[in-house]
């Protein structure tokens, strides 16, 4: 029986579009035949008409409803999951507002602004039977499973050692210091908008290919940041990783992640890998933006061994969201509350590894969104 999940979409921005656009794409085409979506809401906090501006051009389907406010959404019976698409000073108190009203949540990353918020909220799903996830498409692509498949594996490029990991934007005339990218009133930075992507391919890579019962959070954490002066949030942040093993698990070893994050300079000029996975016998390198990888190459140490490359496909013209929303529809209709592929545990592990970066470099935000009181108006 094909599954349909009905979505209610709060916030209207950039990435709310982009999201929308690719559950409007035909599964069919992905060869994914046991479910659907459908949009049956959207809310902006500013006003109907915007929320209906949105769904007009996107030319939504079935008349869905157009809100308002976000606790109208949230209230809706014909709503399953919440796609949460604000700023992430908002994330916590968004999240939560869904969850107390019994919605199944997907939140953008990054999950919250620190780990206790997270933390909370996982137990509000847990106590209220609810899925929550947060919304790391990434690791939902093809080309991310494959290339956990070839560590787990082992075979190809040995055991793994060492993740460098880059998504930098190039963006050297920076931003306007209003933007939710450097303004610290929305949790703005380099660390929590892009450094969550080299720390997802850090994980997915170095933890996450562990079975569960193996995985160990870093034994070290360093790291050093540069601020944007406008506004003081982080414009350059490297962080080094010490895992206890390697992967697949050896005690014997540790091993490294290395992920950086700047505005000023390019992960991957002219088609360099932003990543590179590197084991005892070779090493994998990916490319285009660590966010959206585009391909993968597989480079044996050994010079008789072949390279093998690997280009991901974006099927319906797709923009590579609609895995992750295929992901939430399975488990919802499997009556999961968390997803394997991107377990609570592991978002709280990353969220305290940006806690502790940023308290090695005094980057605080504002009282009212490090809060994990609730309601707060923001
Ligand atoms: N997965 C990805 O590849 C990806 C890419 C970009 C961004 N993101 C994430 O998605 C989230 C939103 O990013 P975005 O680029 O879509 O941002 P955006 O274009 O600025 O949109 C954010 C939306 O949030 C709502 N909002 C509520 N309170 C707000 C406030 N005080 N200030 C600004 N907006 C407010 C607004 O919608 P209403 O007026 O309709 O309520 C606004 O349009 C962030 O967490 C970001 O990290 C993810």
Known sequence: MVHNTRW????????????????????????????????????????SSRAQE????????????????????VNDP??????????????????????????????EKAFTVNAAQAKILVDIARKKNLFLMEAVWTRFFPLSVQVRDIIRKGGEIGEVVRVLADLSIANADGFDVSSRMVNLDLAGGALLDLGIYSLTWVFQTLYHTLPPSQRK?????????????????DEDTTILLTFPTTTPADDRRASHGIATTAFAVH????????IRIQGTKGE?????????????????????KEIREWECEFPDGGHGMYWEA???????????????????????????????????NGLVYPEKIESVEYPVAL
């Open 8 to 47: 209610g979409i709060l916030a209207t921005g950039g990435i709310a579009k982009a999201f929308v656009k690719d559950l409007l794409k035909n599964p069919q085409t992905r060869n994914a035949s046991d479910i659907t979506h459908t949009v049956t809401a959207v809310a902006s906090s500013s006003s």
């Open 54 to 73: 949105f769904i007009t051009d996107l030319s939504l389907p079935g008349m869905p409803k157009a809100y308002g406010s976000y606790e109208e959404l």
């Open 78 to 107: 014909n709503v399953d999951v919440i796609y949460i698409a604000t700023p992430h000073s908002h994330h916590y108190q968004n999240a939560r507002l869904a969850l107390e009203a019994g919605k199944h949540v997907l939140c």
């Open 217 to 233: 959070p870093p034994s070290t954490i360093q790291s050093s940041m540069t601020k944007y002066p406008a506004t003081g949030a």
């Open 267 to 274: 992960s991957h000029p002219r088609g360099t890998p932003s």
């Open 284 to 304: 994998i390198q990916i490319f285009g933006p660590a966010f959206r990888p585009v391909k993968y190459r597989v480079v044996p140490v050994d010079e008789k």
């Open 326 to 360: 295929d992901e939430v529809a399975r488990c919802l209709r499997d009556g999961k509350l968390e997803s394997e592929r991107m377990p609570w545990e592991e978002s709280i592990v990353i969220m305290e590894v940006m806690d502790e970066v940023r308290r090695q």
